[in-house]
Structures are given as structure tokens and as C-alpha cells.
């Protein structure tokens, strides 16, 4: 299933990530991919609003990866930044999937790299200035009914 958001301010952005958040559970992957300064980071940010899950979120550029755990009893974030990643077994020697099950693991810049790490998946594109566009896709029928119930909250 494919389904694209569009929206044109911060809130509306922070609105989607919220609301994204509090569907996400342990054992839930997204892959966020875009531009340099196209909102990653800010969307991780929302999401991790939504979790619940202690801050600040930046961007892990240096250290690869951050746990932040949960403030109100839910799965902690796994935040990576694979850019600096030459491969996908650089992101396996981070032993992610040791994480995968009982966190939601967000990983910026994992196109072609993070799709090994669940065969369930929620890939998100964003691309755009002035509007931004959100094109998800998911992969299998867990993100299909995350996709389905987040599509009525950011209509």
C-alpha cells in the first residue's frame, strides 16, 4: 500500500510525526529517506513526541545511532542516521536488530540499507520546498493498518 501526505508548515509536519508516533510499537521499522534539510530529523522529532520518548532528538550524524528511552511505559526509539554507512553490513555490525523487537527503530538515510532488518516496514520519502510531500509505503499488512488509521488524523 502507498498513500502520499502533503502539507505546508512545521505543524503540520510535527502534526503527521505525532500522530505517526502513537500508532508505532516495539518491533516497528521506518526507513525515512530524503534530501539534506528536507525534515528527517524534524519528523523524528514528532514522532518521537508521539512515543513518548525521553529528548532532545537530534541527528545522530556522529555517533550513527541513540537510544532514547520511554517516559510512559512504551517502546524506547532507536534514532540512526546511515549516512556515514557504506553498506548494509556496516548498519548490521550495529546490531539493530538486537534493538528491533522491543524498540521503534527509525533509520534516516536507510534506503537500500535498513530493508534487511524486518520484512515489515514503513518507508517514507519527503521531498519538496515549499510544500512537503510525504510519499509512504508500506510493507505488510502491520504498516498497511498504520497507514489506513493514520490516513483519517491528517487528512
Known amino acids: 500500500m502507498e498513500r502520499d501526505f502533503r502539507w ?14 502513537a500508532l508505532l510499537r516495539g518491533g516497528d521499522l521506518l526507513v525515512l529517506t530524503g ?16 512515543l513518548g520518548v525521553r529528548g532532545p532528538i537530534t541527528s545522530p550524524t556522529f555517533v550513527i545511532a541513540r537510544v532514547h528511552p520511554s517516559l510512559v511505559g512504551g517502546p524506547a526509539l532507536v534514532h540512526v542516521d546511515a549516512y556515514r554507512l557504506g553498506s548494509a553490513i556496516e ?18 538515510w536507510g534506503a537500500g540499507l535498513a530493508e534487511q532488518l524486518s ?7 519527503i521531498s519538496g520546498d515549499d510544500e512537503r510531500t510525504v510519499h509512504a509505503v508500506a510493507v505488510g499488512a502491520r504498516f498497511e493498518r498504520v497507514l489506513a488509521d493514520l490516513a483519517p488524523s491528517v487528512a
Request: charged share 30%.
Open 8 to 21: 505546508q508548515t512545521l505543524e503540520d509536519t510535527e502534526a503527521f510525526g505525532r500522530s505517526l508516533g
Open 91 to 108: 548498519l548490521d555490525d550495529l546490531d539493530l536488530d538486537a534493538d528491533l523487537d522491543a524498540s521503534v527503530v527509525v533509520v534516516e
Open 35 to 50: 534530501d539534506l534539510g528536507a525534515g528527517k530529523t524534524t519528523l523524528t522529532q514528532s514522532i518521537a513526541e508521539g
Open 119 to 125: 520484512d515489515t516496514r514503513l518507508e517514507l520519502t
